[in-house]
């Protein structure tokens, strides 16, 4: 095949997924998204001294993933971050009202 030819055969097969994001405004054309909240871990992964074990590796994806959760909903990382901090440091009890969905957003 041809190149031109391979672009082709490429586009029909792949119709269907993109006539299902015609269908619905909410569907992204593309990752970009995705790729750039994992950009981070990719360029840092050989920089991670802490993540020798495995509890260093699971306190780090936990890290991450607050993070990441908090830029989802809008949250400034800083701000949660130390929020969160201090509201464990006065009542260690009551996790779920750090999520990043209930924290109020000044």
């Known amino acids: 095949k041809s190149k031109l030819g391979e ?3 490429y586009s029909l097969n792949q119709f269907k997924k993109f006539q299902r994001y015609l269908e619905d405004g909410r569907l992204s054309i593309d990752n970009n998204r995705a790729e750039r909240a994992v950009k981070p871990f990719v360029i840092g992964r050989k920089a991670w001294l802490f993540s020798y074990t495995n509890t260093g590796a699971n306190a780090s994806a936990i890290l991450y993933s607050l993070v990441e959760t908090a830029k ?3 949250l400034i990382v800083h701000d949660y971050i130390a929020t969160c901090l201090q509201q464990i440091a006065e009542n260690p009890n009551d996790i779920d ?5 209930n924290i109020k957003r000044s």
């Open 7 to 9: 672009a082709i055969s």
């Open 72 to 74: 989802a909903n809008d």
């Open 97 to 101: 009202a750090l999520l990043p969905w």
